[in-house]
């Protein structure tokens, strides 16, 4: 079994930044593919971003140029860098991991996920 554990949100105002952070831990998992996804009140959880297991990363185009997702294979970590963060980002914000991912925009498809981390944006 694989834990995820998100870290990193916050309270920021619009034009900030932050980082946040999934750290895997129990049953290896390296390659595979990783996402980020992100659930406001009273929505529907919403695709992010995504690495997959070719390293190919792929991005919704409402943070498209704002957002970037990294990893450090080393700590079995994954990074979700947001910049110029708007009142429209909030959301409580959730890492997921899949090993047999056909469609990375659908939640149905990952197999861990994280806890989730609170983001809010002030405007």
């Known amino acids: 079994q694989v834990q995820l554990a998100e870290s990193g949100g916050g309270l920021v105002q619009a034009g900030g930044s932050l980082r946040l952070s999934c750290a895997a831990s129990?049953?290896?998992?390296?390659?595979?593919?990783w996402a980020w996804f992100r659930q406001a009140p009273g929505k529907e959880r919403e695709y992010v971003g995504a690495?997959?297991?070719?390293?190919?990363?792929t991005y919704a185009d409402s943070v498209k140029g704002r957002f970037t997702i990294s990893r450090d294979s080393a700590k079995s970590t994954v990074y979700l860098q947001m910049n110029d963060l708007k009142p429209e980002d909030t959301a409580v914000y959730y890492c997921?991991?899949?090993?047999?991912?056909?469609?990375?925009?659908?939640?149905?498809?990952?197999?861990?996920w994280g806890q989730g981390t609170q983001v809010t944006v002030s405007s």
């Open positions: 997921a991991a899949g090993n047999s991912v056909r469609v990375v925009r659908s939640p149905r498809q990952y197999d861990y």
């Open positions: 129990g049953r290896t998992f390296t390659d595979g593919y």
């Open positions: 690495r997959v297991d070719n390293g190919l990363i």
